[in-house]
């Protein structure tokens, strides 16, 4: 019996080594981006603090001056956006996100975006 407990440990220390090496090196990887990210406090809040430009692209429409120079007035432009599909969320001319356009609910008044994409960071989306 003391022989099947051995091998029991054994096996389940083999287990543990295989399968917790990749959790330990997940751990060691995540501490060390831990490590490379802090921040002293003091100069993060001053980051969160800069503005951003951000806006919501309806659409778009390509003219010439002639053309712009006729509207006044109840003109209406159409766009290359449909109804329905999703609009571009950018910030600093930088595409972060797509959404649709929604009623805002305490004003219905006043439209807001549901945000249903975000853009993966570095994937070289750019909107002006």
């Given at each position: 019996m003391g022989e099947f407990d051995l091998e029991s440990s054994k096996s389940e220390e083999?287990?543990?080594?295989?399968?917790?090496?990749?959790?330990?090196?997940?751990?060691?990887?995540?501490?060390?981006r831990v490590r490379e990210s802090e921040i002293d406090p003091r100069r993060f809040e001053s980051i969160l603090r800069i503005p951003v430009v951000m806006q919501v692209v309806i659409g778009s429409v390509t003219m010439p001056v002639s053309n712009l120079l006729k509207l006044g007035r109840g003109?209406?432009?159409p766009l290359d956006q449909k109804i329905g599909e999703p609009?571009?969320?950018?910030?600093?001319g930088r595409l972060i996100a797509?959404?649709?356009?929604?009623?805002?609910?305490?004003?219905?008044?006043?439209?807001g975006v549901s945000l249903t994409e975000l853009i993966e960071p570095g994937s070289g989306a750019r909107r002006m």
């Open positions: 083999l287990e543990r080594l295989i399968g917790g090496s990749r959790a330990i090196g997940e751990d060691l990887m995540m501490e060390e003109a209406v432009v609009v571009d969320v950018v910030v600093n797509r959404g649709e356009v929604v009623v805002v609910e305490d004003d219905n008044t006043r439209f």
